[in-house]
Nanobody
């Protein structure tokens, strides 16, 4: 099993930056893909950025060039970061860390990102 702890998020003005972090602990060699998703009020949860087992990152078109996902392994913990620059009001949502661990999906508790205009 894997435990996920998210941090970061908050309120920022349009054009500002935020950094989200997710710490995944457990038998990290069982981790396949990792990614960040978001869900805005009244909308479906969507993939923002991902790192599959190949290591090749992928991004939603709406965040390309503004967001950067990165992964760092430290002993038995994997840190997944999402650097968000040039934030827009439409980026406002609850952001979730996702880990595919031995074929099962695990989710973080979610962190609110609010971008004011």
């Amino acid at each position: 099993q894997v435990q996920l702890v998210e941090s970061g998020g908050g309120l920022v003005q349009a054009g500002g930056s935020l950094r989200l972090s997710c710490a995944a602990s457990g038998s990290i060699f069982r981790i396949n893909a990792m990614g960040w998703y978001r869900q805005a009020p009244g909308k479906q949860r969507e993939l923002v950025a991902g790192i599959p087992s190949s290591g090749r990152t992928n991004y939603a078109d709406s965040v390309k060039g503004r967001f950067t996902i990165s992964r760092l392994n430290v002993k038995n913990t994997v840190y997944l970061h999402l650097q968000m620059n040039s934030l827009k009001p439409e980026d406002t949502a609850v952001y979730y860390c996702n880990v595919n661990y031995s074929g099962a999906d695990y989710w973080g508790q979610g962190t609110q990102v609010t971008v004011s205009s």
